[in-house]
């Protein structure tokens, strides 16, 4: 069945090292979301993207959307402890009837070594 | 802070038992979602109610109901509860009835089973 599929499950960065976690869906995308789940937290909404090769920055965080909308990635660069966490990716996938639901990749959980 | 609020935080039961999870979304949302989440694993996606009426169904046990009241709050019931059933629960809300939309979370049920 459809699905979104994130890579890699675990990554340990000692801080100040650079960190990304990719994120890939069977099919194509209409837009792709990025959470955070802190420690003991709840997923936070991060960004949204919606075009093709579309790349949108906050801060150290890089988001990136693929040419095909297939594929995307999120890049921290110099870690820093308060990036420590789980992030999602998630992608509208055809639910049936019509209508889509959204669906989150099983996270990767980063650990960040001071 | 997200807006949307989760009662109880924490609940502890025995096997065999019920309880109700409560979620009262942001000001202005229509929809709300269910997910669970069990140690270290991803958001499965439970339920999904939008303005009363029930939109989408994810991996729901039959022994799981939920309902959204006129207020548009949420309550999830469990019933004939399990060791496994012992998870986070998480409460999403978001504007539109559309599944694909940014959906903002609550803090969480934490629940134990014993």
């Known amino acids: 069945g459809q699905q979104v599929m994130q890579i890699p499950q675990y990554q340990h960065v000692q801080e100040g090292e650079d960190f990304t976690t990719y994120c890939n869906s069977s099919?194509?995308?209409?837009?792709i979301q990025w959470y955070k789940q802190r420690p003991g937290g709840h997923p936070v909404f991060l960004i949204q993207?919606?075009?093709?090769?579309e790349v949108k920055k906050q801060k150290r965080l890089t988001f990136q959307f693929g040419e095909a909308k297939k594929n995307s990635s999120l890049h921290i660069t110099a870690t820093q402890t308060t990036d420590v966490g789980t992030y999602f990716c998630?992608?509208?996938?055809?639910?049936?009837?019509?209508?889509?639901?959204?669906?989150f990749g099983k996270g990767t959980k980063l650990s960040v070594i001071p | 802070d997200s807006g949307v609020t989760q009662t109880p935080k924490h609940l502890i039961t025995a096997t065999g038992q019920r309880v109700t999870l409560r979620c009262s979304p942001r000001?202005?949302?229509?929809?709300v979602y269910w997910y669970q989440q069990s140690l270290d694993q991803g958001l499965q996606f439970l339920i999904q109610?939008?303005?009363?009426?029930?939109?989408a169904k994810g991996n729901i046990l039959e022994r799981f109901s939920a309902q959204q009241f006129p207020d548009l709050h949420s309550e999830l019931n469990l019933s004939s509860l399990e060791l496994g059933d012992s998870a986070l629960y998480f409460c999403?809300?978001?504007?539109?009835?559309?599944?694909?939309?940014?959906?903002?979370f609550g803090p969480g049920t934490r629940l134990l089973v014993l």
């Open positions: 999403a809300s978001s504007v539109a009835g559309q599944g694909e939309k940014t959906q903002y």
């Open positions: 099919t194509t995308l209409s837009n």
């Open positions: 993207l919606v075009k093709s090769g």
């Open positions: 998630a992608g509208p996938l055809y639910s049936g009837a019509g209508s889509y639901q959204l669906t």
């Open positions: 000001s202005g949302d229509l929809s």
């Open positions: 109610y939008y303005n009363g009426e029930e939109r």
